[in-house]
């Protein structure tokens, strides 16, 4: 493995995996942390964004759960 820097970016180099699954879900990781690090809101933005998703949701599927 070799992690060099160019400038603002990280670049990590392996060989081929055997679990390419695995590398999937270190990448999924590290696009997470990158995003997490961009985030310029409150936490009540935070909440408020969680609570129209959750009710948005709520309204699409409760059918599926009440009769």
Same mark, same amino acid.
């Given at each position: 493995?070799?992690?060099? /820097?160019?400038? /603002? ?59």
């Amino acid at each position: 493995m070799i992690i060099e /820097q160019q400038n /603002q970016d990280l670049i990590i180099r392996v060989t081929a995996p055997a679990d390419i699954r695995a590398t999937q879900k270190v990448v999924d990781y590290l696009n997470l942390m990158e995003s997490i690090s961009k985030n310029q809101g409150t936490e009540e933005q935070a909440t408020e964004l969680a609570r129209d998703v959750h009710n948005e949701w709520w309204i699409k599927n409760r059918s599926l759960f009440i009769r």
